[in-house]
T-cell receptor, first 107, second 116 residues
Framework: KNEVEQSPQNLTAQEGEFITINCSYSVGISALHWLQQHPGGGIVSLFMLSSGKKKHGRLIATINIQEKHSSLHITASHPRDSAVYIC?????????FGTGTSLTVIP | KAGVTQTPRYLIKTRGQQVTLSCSPISGHRSVSWYQQTPGQGLQFLFEYFSETQRNKGNFPGRFSGRQFSNSRSEMNVSTLELGDSALYLCASCEGHSVGVNEKLFFGSGTQLSVL
């Protein structure tokens, strides 16, 4: 069993749609990361959150530490949001990653 | 501030050879961590260095090693390369240790290693 599970694995959306990506984890953590990876490899850290909700532009991340679950929402999706989104759980001496959600937003 | 710089960007090696990858962190960052990314296994944590000391290590064989210099630059070495070592190797930097627990990571663009 993977320490971090993400769903869905692949997602295709029409421009403007509301998108949700889910992440569940089994390890004990104090914060969870959401990462974005565009074709070509570069990874950008979108959020690090330990409780509640964080918002940056059209992106919203939520976490429930007790239920060990986090979600990443994209409102009014745009083709430039097409990327792989990865959730990551640091335990202090290890760093576990989800397998990623490949998002394609069609104009 | 300049971002995290990884060199080289691409590398082709043959089985049995060894390879050294370099990572220069953001100025002021003392932690450098390394990751392997493959289509089959996804992202996996290799190790973390802080103030020239290896703090944490992932589940990789001893062929994978690293070091960090006094200026926080880090190198990663893979000896006796195997076909399965073909991957994108990423490094990330942050100010503190305990990678990712208290702060965001800043990633480099990675080194794409192909082992033939």
């Amino acid at each position: 069993k993977n320490e971090v599970e993400q769903s869905p694995q692949n997602l295709t959306a029409q421009e403007g749609e509301f998108i949700t990506i889910n992440c569940s984890y089994s390890v004990g953590i104090s914060a969870l990361h959401w990462l974005q990876q565009h074709p070509g490899g570069g990874i950008v850290s979108l959020f690090m959150l330990s409780s509640g909700k964080k918002k940056h532009g059209r992106l919203i991340a939520t976490i429930n530490i007790q239920e060990k679950h986090s979600s990443l929402h994209i409102t009014a999706s745009h083709p430039r949001d097409s990327a792989v989104y990865i959730c990551a759980a640091p335990t202090g001496n290890q760093f576990y990653f989800g397998t990623g959600t490949s998002l394609t937003v069609i104009p | 501030k300049a971002g995290v710089t990884q060199t080289p960007r691409y590398l082709i090696k043959t089985r049995g050879q060894q390879v050294t990858l370099s990572c220069s962190p953001i100025s002021g960052h003392r932690s450098v961590s390394w990751y392997q990314q493959t289509p089959g296994q996804g992202l996996q944590f290799l190790f973390e260095y802080f103030s020239e000391t290896q703090r944490n290590k992932g589940n990789f064989p001893g062929r994978f090693s690293g070091r960090q210099f006094s200026n926080s630059r880090s190198e990663m070495n893979v000896s006796t390369l195997e076909l399965g070592d073909s991957a994108l190797y990423l490094c990330a930097s942050c100010e503190g240790h305990s990678v990712g627990v208290n702060e965001k990571l800043f990633f480099g663009s990675g080194t794409q290693l192909s082992v033939l």
